[in-house]
């Protein structure tokens, strides 16, 4: 199985340090193509081939994913469209925000007949194998999708939803994975004002919300139910906390998450 990605920007180049970690493709079945060489540079170790030829890329794979910014996405279809093969090939995209209606639009035959579509939304967190990825069939049937699942399952968790929820998943997890480290840094700069070395705060930190992750995912509980279990009546935690919501923490997230 090949697999050609069609922009090395950073979602491109997570996708291909996560097949990679997590042995999904060998390095010689995937190729990377990028307008300029300058991107292409960071994939010379990896053995994984690399091109500026979109075509030929598209061209040379089982699966084509399309990483470019939305606004250069139509380009990119137009461009490769006369070179895939619709009874043997399966589109791919990560644009964000970019309807199926709208690619199907650009990539129909003149027949009618369209390729087999996948609109994929991970995070960043794909190049260590954690990313949450959204995936949504188009025109495809259920082999070609338990296939394309099989493959993001190596690299993180996944989620097969219908388009309507694309839009929610990509702020939830793909958004969602820079307003974490958002708090991160938050906690890391206070950590530094309670007197702990920059490094050391963000370590701390990092631990402890990693601690958090794994408490939840292993017993299922609510977060509610183990911030219970932290906060002593009469005691700090509970304080903080109610100090974190009077400067409006939780409606600071849920309004950032709602902006459109
Ligand atoms: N970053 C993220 O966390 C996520 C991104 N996405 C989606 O992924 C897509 C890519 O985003 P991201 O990786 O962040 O963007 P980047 O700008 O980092 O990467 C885009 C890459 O596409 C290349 N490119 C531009 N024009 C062409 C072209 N005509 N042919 C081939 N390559 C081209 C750029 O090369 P050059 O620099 O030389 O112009 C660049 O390397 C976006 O549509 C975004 O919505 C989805 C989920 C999460
Ligand atoms: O900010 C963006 O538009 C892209 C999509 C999700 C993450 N980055």
């Avoid at 025109?139 to 099989?150: H, L, V, W």
């Avoid at 998943?169 to 070395?197: D, P």
Wanted: charged fraction near 20%; proline fraction near 3%; hydrophobic fraction near 45%.
């Amino acid at each position: 199985m090949k697999i050609s990605i069609i922009g090395a920007g950073a979602m491109g180049g997570a996708m291909v340090q996560g097949f990679l970690k997590g042995n999904v493709f060998s390095s010689s079945d995937i190729t990377v193509s990028n307008r300029t060489h300058k991107a292409l540079d960071k994939f010379s170790q990896t053995g994984v081939n690399i091109t500026t030829d979109n075509r030929e890329a598209a061209a040379n794979a089982d699966i084509v994913c399309v990483a470019v910014k939305p606004w250069i996405a139509e380009t990119v279809f137009k461009e490769i469209k006369p070179v895939l093969d619709y009874n043997r090939q399966i589109l791919m995209t990560v644009v964000a925000g970019l309807p199926s209606e709208q690619i199907t639009e650009w990539m129909k035959k003149d027949d009618g007949t369209m390729i087999p579509l996948f609109i994929v939304i991970p995070n960043i967190a794909i190049a260590e194998c954690s990313s949450m990825t959204f995936i949504t069939p188009i025109g495809a049937d259920g082999r070609q999708t338990d296939m394309i699942k099989s493959i993001f399952d190596t690299t993180g968790s996944t989620l097969v939803v219908e388009e309507k929820l694309l839009p929610a998943g990509t702020i939830l997890a793909s958004c969602g994975i820079a307003y974490a480290m958002r708090y991160i840094r938050a906690a890391s700069e206070g950590g530094v004002e309670l007197g702990f070395k920059a490094d050391d705060a963000k370590n701390i930190v990092l631990q402890t919300v990693k601690g958090a992750v794994d408490l939840l995912m292993s017993t299922g509980n609510h977060p509610e139910a183990e911030i219970d279990k932290v906060t002593t009546p009469g005691g700090i935690t509970i304080r903080g906390l109610n100090a974190m919501e009077q400067a409006g923490f939780t409606n600071a997230v849920i309004r950032g998450l709602k902006l459109k």
